[in-house]
């Protein structure tokens, strides 16, 4: 049993461990939606970052969808009568 007077030394687990670029995406775990260029529709824009455009995102994906005043009331009346 070890003494409380003398307690072992704490090891540094992160010891030689070297940081990798965090400008570089595949290290970085955020992504900056705002900065991407909008693929433009009809009606509005569309931003999607997923494992295409952000190595790291391997399960998971988001989309920015905006929709312009007026356009969604035309994408139901395409969508039903297209």
């Known amino acids: 049993m070890e003494s409380l007077a003398n307690p072992p030394q704490r090891q540094d687990i992160n010891k030689g461990v070297v940081a990798?670029?965090?400008?570089?995406?595949?290290?970085?775990?955020?992504?900056?939606?705002?900065?991407?260029?909008?693929?433009?529709?009809p009606?509005?824009?569309i931003k999607i970052a997923d494992s295409r455009n952000f190595e790291v995102?391997?399960?998971i994906?988001?989309?920015?969808?905006?929709?312009?005043i007026g356009a969604m009331r035309y994408a139901i009346r395409l969508q039903c009568h297209g």
């Open 20 to 41: 990798p670029n965090t400008t570089d995406p595949k290290f970085f775990s955020t992504y900056p939606l705002s900065k991407v260029t909008p693929t433009v529709f």
């Open 43 to 45: 009606g509005g824009t």
């Open 57 to 59: 995102a391997k399960k």
């Open 61 to 68: 994906a988001v989309a920015e969808i905006s929709v312009e």
